[in-house]
């Protein structure tokens, strides 16, 4: 079946700007959950999603912020960018149940000029 | 924070078994171990994972010691697409969220 699809592969956006992100997770997964990827600090957590409700929040600025569909695509959006907000995204999504693996995208390369 | 303790590199000569050590010494008794690995700027890929007992799959072994407080990943032959940076996790079963905290990983490298 098709893995995490995540769009756009890439992305160059101007400080200031903002910019939308997408996640299509496994078909039937019900849980999605979104990480940023810096060389200084790592996977980080952003946020989860389960059944068009955040669930859990990391420690990031309100700047970021996102949103889940009934079909449970995810979007995020990152308002007002920041030099500092390039980074791999990483969308994951699992079945939203007890001790199941989650299951990652490619990714998005934003890189902000 | 993370609750692992992992090298921050390896190096493993190709056709060997990869022994990959974790230190989790805080580990609850509801937290499972999992081992995921990130190869150069694609998304991590789930491994292995275990609560008490050793796991096997068709990609690694995972011995976690009796006490729980540290666990081994084994790559049983190693290639040079094994190449990777890989982390060990523990994750709590039984909450009603899903976050996963990664530490800073082993950067393996298989040598030719």
């Known amino acids: 079946k098709a893995g995490v699809t995540q769009t756009p592969r890439y992305l160059i956006k101007t400080r200031g700007q903002q910019v939308t992100l997408s996640c299509s997770p496994i078909?039937?997964?019900?849980?999605v959950s979104w990480y940023q990827q810096t060389p200084g600090q790592g996977l980080q957590f952003l946020f989860e999603?389960?059944?068009?409700?955040?669930?859990n929040k990391g420690n990031f600025p309100g700047r970021f912020s996102g949103r889940q569909f009934s079909n449970s695509r995810s979007e995020m959006n990152v308002s007002t960018l920041e030099l500092g907000d390039s980074a791999l995204y990483l969308c994951?999504?699992?079945?939203?149940?007890?001790?199941?693996?989650?299951?990652f995208g490619q990714g998005t390369r934003l890189t902000v000029v | 924070d993370a609750k692992t303790t992992q090298p921050p590199s390896m190096d493993c000569a190709e056709g060997r078994a990869a022994n990959l050590p974790c230190n989790h010494s805080t580990i609850s008794g509801n937290e499972y171990v999992y081992w995921y690995r990130q190869i150069h700027s694609q998304g991590p890929q789930y491994i292995i994972h275990?609560?008490?007992n050793n796991e096997t799959n068709e990609m690694a072994s995972l011995i976690i010691t009796e006490d729980r407080k540290s666990s081994t990943l084994i790559l049983p032959h190693a290639t040079l697409r094994d190449t990777a940076v890989y982390y060990c996790?523990?994750?709590?079963?039984?909450?009603?969220?899903?976050?996963?905290?990664f530490g800073k990983g082993t950067r393996l490298h298989i040598l030719p």
């Open positions: 078909s039937g997964h019900r849980s």
């Open positions: 999603y389960f059944s068009e409700t955040q669930r």
């Open positions: 275990g609560l008490k």
């Open positions: 994951a999504s699992n079945l939203g149940q007890l001790n199941t693996e989650a299951f």
């Open positions: 996790i523990v994750r709590v079963e039984g909450r009603r969220d899903d976050k996963i905290i």
